[in-house]
């Protein structure tokens, strides 16, 4: 049997760098695919003529990369995302009159009319103070507010248990970065939000990707992760899961807040799309509050342009929280958070809120009546659907396709984690259209597609 050896350019750097390298350059290449098992430490060293220590050094870069993974007992593998870009945002623009169906906006047309707000703080007794340096928690009646916010993702919360941050991804950033340390192990769904992914890669955290079905996390396979590996952190979207919509049932909850105490894992709860679904479970964090990391954002919800995010964590967590905004933004910007929390009290957040949830069931209702006879799940007042596909197309073939017919659309390959098998599926928004009747030319040209052959 042939062993896999790299063309090493001798003579570049570090050659454990240039191992990785050449990792890359064959993935690229197409000479090492997805999936596709590399050689053991040693056997790699023979072949190469090096020290295993070289390898190993290698395997770890290219691991950084995001382009290889290990797991004990099993062996080291090329990624399933290895060829695929996991960013959300493209920084090239978009091609004109582009559909798209990949990235999910939050229906800007019904975010709450700003004008009459700013008359509002104008009147405040000292609106400058908006402008000034402030507690990196946020200021307590911002606190306040965002405590009020987190109850309606079923979170109990007082102002002291708040730290404010600059939209959730900015708290995810904060949560990753002020409460593990580089090299730290994340357990995560092995389908999973595509900016996690690009932010773990960052900070230089190893995901490791946990078993899912239809109804999300396996309890059973976080359990033998945790008892196969040292995990630190667990992160979960249990109420509508990016991208398959699952929700977890009220017994995995209960036994993955289980599993957490168990295995001493902080837990990180990040449910953006939770809001657009009516008669939600209680987050799996209220059953271990002293290890909860909730992320209640405004994005998805009121206003993407507001960047307000409430963290709700213990008080031993508070702290280093609070230290990540200090380290990265200093503070949430005070004045668009007198924004997000004017409206929370006022009810303008929950009209909003109930608005778009009117407006997507009825993109999700028009998805139901083009997309008949295709596969796929999805909430019924929700964003976006998890949309199987028929053989033998892939989710990056799809994309593919529907990119040569002006439609941007997410395939399953984007989501993946570590050697986890990319299913046969992609993620469809259904609030990246600017209206109903581009959605429907949006979903028109993904069913005629998939009647063909890629």
Same mark, same amino acid.
């Given at each position: 049997?042939?062993?896999?050896?790299?063309?090493?350019?001798?003579?570049?750097?570090?050659?454990?760098?240039?191992?990785?390298?050449?990792?890359?350059?064959?993935?690229?290449?197409?000479?090492?695919?997805?999936?596709?098992?590399?050689?053991?430490?040693?056997?790699?060293?023979?072949?190469?003529?090096?020290?295993?220590?070289?390898?190993?050094?290698?395997?770890?870069?290219?691991?950084?990369?995001?382009?290889?993974?290990?797991?004990?007992?099993?062996?080291?593998?090329?990624?399933?995302?290895?060829?695929?870009?996991?960013?959300?945002?493209?920084?090239?623009?978009?091609?004109?009159?582009?559909?798209?169906?990949?990235?999910?906006?939050?229906?800007?047309?019904?975010?709450?009319?700003?004008?009459?707000?700013?008359?509002?703080?104008?009147?405040?007794?000292?609106?400058?103070?908006?402008?000034?340096?402030?507690?990196?928690?946020?200021?307590?009646?911002?606190?306040?507010?965002?405590?009020?916010?987190?109850?309606?993702?079923?979170?109990?919360?007082?102002?002291?248990?708040?730290?404010?941050?600059?939209?959730?991804?900015?708290?995810?950033?904060?949560?990753?970065?002020?409460?593990?340390?580089?090299?730290?192990?994340?357990?995560?769904?092995?389908?999973?939000?595509?900016?996690?992914?690009?932010?773990?890669?960052?900070?230089?955290?190893?995901?490791?990707?946990?078993?899912?079905?239809?109804?999300?996390?396996?309890?059973?396979?976080?359990?033998?992760?945790?008892?196969?590996?040292?995990?630190?952190?667990?992160?979960?979207?249990?109420?509508? *899961?990016?991208? /398959?919509?699952?929700?977890?049932? @009220? +017994?995995? !909850?209960? =036994?993955? &807040? #289980?599993?957490?105490?168990?295995?001493?894992?902080?837990?990180?709860?990040?449910?953006?799309?939770?809001?657009?679904?009516?008669?939600?479970?209680?987050?799996?964090?209220?059953?271990?509050?002293?290890?909860?990391?909730?992320?209640?954002?405004?994005?998805?919800?009121?206003?993407?342009?507001?960047?307000?995010?409430?963290?709700?964590?213990?008080?031993?967590?508070?702290?280093?929280?609070?230290?990540?905004?200090?380290?990265?933004?200093?503070?949430?910007?005070?004045?668009?958070?007198?924004?997000?929390?004017?409206?929370? *009290?006022?009810? /303008?957040?929950?009209?909003?809120? @109930? +608005?778009? !949830?009117? =407006?997507? &069931? #009825?993109?999700?209702?028009?998805?139901?009546?083009?997309?008949?006879?295709?596969?796929?799940?999805?909430?019924?007042?929700?964003?976006?659907?998890?949309?199987?596909?028929?053989?033998?197309?892939?989710?990056?073939?799809?994309?593919?396709?529907?990119?040569?017919?002006?439609?941007?659309?997410?395939?399953?390959?984007?989501?993946?984690?570590?050697?986890?098998?990319?299913?046969?599926?992609?993620?469809?928004?259904?609030?990246?259209?600017?209206?109903?009747?581009?959605?429907?030319?949006?979903?028109?040209?993904?069913?005629?597609?998939?009647?063909?052959?890629?």
């Amino acid at each position: 049997m042939t062993i896999y050896a790299p063309a090493l350019v001798r003579g570049q750097g570090p050659l454990y760098v240039e191992l990785a390298d050449a990792i890359e350059r064959d993935i690229e290449a197409g000479t090492l695919a997805p999936g596709e098992r590399l050689p053991t430490h040693r056997d790699l060293a023979d072949a190469l003529g090096v020290n295993v220590s070289t390898v190993t050094r290698g395997y770890r870069e290219a691991e950084k990369r995001g382009l290889i993974s290990a797991t004990v007992g099993r062996g080291t593998f090329v990624t399933s995302d290895a060829v695929t870009n996991s960013s959300m945002v493209s920084f090239e623009p978009c091609a004109p009159g582009m559909l798209e169906l990949g990235l999910i906006a939050p229906l800007d047309h019904l975010d709450p009319e700003i004008t009459e707000a700013f008359r509002r703080i104008a009147r405040r007794r000292d609106p400058a103070s908006l402008l000034r340096y402030s507690d990196p928690r946020g200021q307590a009646e911002h606190r306040r507010a965002g405590a009020l916010w987190a109850e309606r993702f079923g979170v109990p919360a007082q102002a002291e248990d708040v730290v404010v941050c600059a939209g959730s991804q900015h708290a995810l950033t904060c949560a990753l970065g002020g409460l593990l340390r580089p090299g730290d192990r994340l357990a995560v769904d092995e389908l999973t939000y595509p900016g996690l992914k690009t932010l773990a890669a960052m900070l230089g955290l190893r995901l490791v990707p946990i078993p899912m079905d239809e109804h999300g996390m396996d309890p059973a396979g976080l359990d033998a992760a945790c008892r196969r590996d040292e995990i630190k952190a667990l992160y979960l979207m249990p109420g509508v *899961h990016n991208p /398959t919509t699952a929700t977890l049932s @009220e +017994a995995r !909850r209960n =036994e993955i &807040a #289980r599993l957490a105490d168990r295995h001493d894992l902080i837990l990180i709860e990040d449910d953006a799309y939770d809001l657009t679904d009516p008669g939600r479970m209680a987050p799996v964090g209220n059953r271990a509050p002293h290890r909860r990391v909730y992320i209640a954002g405004m994005s998805k919800s009121l206003a993407a342009g507001l960047r307000v995010a409430f963290v709700v964590a213990p008080q031993h967590l508070v702290k280093p929280l609070a230290q990540a905004v200090l380290n990265t933004v200093w503070m949430a910007p005070p004045l668009n958070v007198e924004l997000a929390a004017m409206w929370i *009290h006022d009810g /303008t957040a929950d009209r909003v809120v @109930e +608005a778009k !949830r009117a =407006e997507a &069931a #009825r993109r999700y209702m028009l998805a139901c009546d083009v997309l008949d006879g295709l596969r796929f799940r999805g909430k019924r007042s929700g964003f976006f659907l998890w949309l199987e596909l028929p053989e033998p197309w892939t989710g990056r073939a799809l994309e593919q396709a529907a990119a040569g017919r002006g439609v941007s659309v997410f395939g399953a390959e984007k989501f993946t984690v570590g050697q986890s098998p990319a299913p046969r599926a992609a993620r469809v928004s259904l609030t990246g259209a600017e209206s109903p009747e581009r959605l429907r030319e949006g979903l028109v040209i993904l069913r005629d597609i998939l009647r063909g052959r890629p």
